[in-house]
Nanobody, 124 residues
Framework: QVQLVESGGGLVQAGGSLRLSCAASGGTFNTYTMAWFRQGPGKEREFVAA????????RYADSVKGRFTITRENAKNTVYLKKNSLKPEDTAIYYC?????????????????WGQGTQVTVSS
């Protein structure tokens, strides 16, 4: 069983940057594909980014491509999401997720483990 704990959320002005972290425990981190999802006010939870476990390949939602970067540090059992050029529409609870599947899935149901989420608010 994998436990995921996100951190790094907060309030930031539009155009600013923020880095989220997700620390994993209870499993073998380098056997999991990791991802970030987000859920804005009144919206469905949506895919943001994913990173593979073998060659660290990545996949991004079109809405964040070029602004967000997902990375992982297996030695620290941690995945990161660096967010630049933030917009008010990026305001959401950001969730870390893990799956033993190899593919960089974008569907919520493809992930088996979830963190509790961290709030990010972008002011205009």
């Amino acid at each position: 069983q994998v436990q995921l704990v996100e951190s790094g959320g907060g309030l930031v002005q539009a155009g600013g940057s923020l880095r989220l972290s997700c620390a994993a425990s209870g499993g073998t981190f380098n056997t999991y594909t990791m991802a970030w999802f987000r859920q804005g006010p009144g919206k469905e939870r949506e895919f943001v980014a994913a990173i593979g476990r073998i060659n660290y390949n990545t996949r991004y939602a079109d809405s964040v491509k070029g602004r967000f970067t997902i990375t992982r540090e297996n030695a620290k059992n941690t995945v990161y999401l660096k967010k630049n050029s933030l917009k008010p529409e990026d305001t959401a609870i950001y969730y870390c997720a893990a799956t033993a599947r190899l593919m960089l899935a974008t569907k919520r149901g493809s992930y088996d483990y979830w963190g509790q989420g961290t709030q990010v608010t972008v002011s205009s």
